[in-house]
């Protein structure tokens, strides 16, 4: 452009003297200065994209990782419940089991020599009850008190007939009455 600059020359000066010069074309000027401002409002529009699918990206990822945290709660839960369950099931069948327990520390095995049947199933019935053994579980605990020809006797019936008490005790006094008969 042929302008003639020295060191001591500010930018104001600069400015003027590039305005002054017979060379300045005032429209490609602007047309510069109106391209730059174009391409900065178009980096910063990008710059804007940019962040706005940044802060959705992560806005997915936090929903993505509190609907997993959700499911691990959820599938927690279920497995204490499970367990709980299982412990429930487990404890039930303790407390059946210390029932058996505690009805043979209760009652003497069925000696015929000794005893009546009538009187021991009646003896038997008070205890069962007393201890809090549920009807479905008589048989079973009766069999344990009984000697093994008895228990025989009990386990030939057929299953449905083995787990009714009152027919185990029909049979027992059955068989009873048939041996004293010819005794008497």
Known sequence: MGIQISSNDKKIDICKNVKDSPDFEEEFVRGCLEEIVRQREELKAQAEAVELKAQAEAAELKRTEALRQEREFELEKMRISNAAEVNS???????NSKN???L?????KFDAQVSDISMYLALFERQARTAGIEETEWVPQLISLLPLDLAQIIIKEPEEKMQDYLNVKEVLLERFKINRKPSD
């Open 89 to 95: 099931v487990a404890s039930t069948r303790s407390e």
């Open 100 to 102: 058996r327990l505690s």
């Open 104 to 108: 043979k520390n209760l009652m003497q």
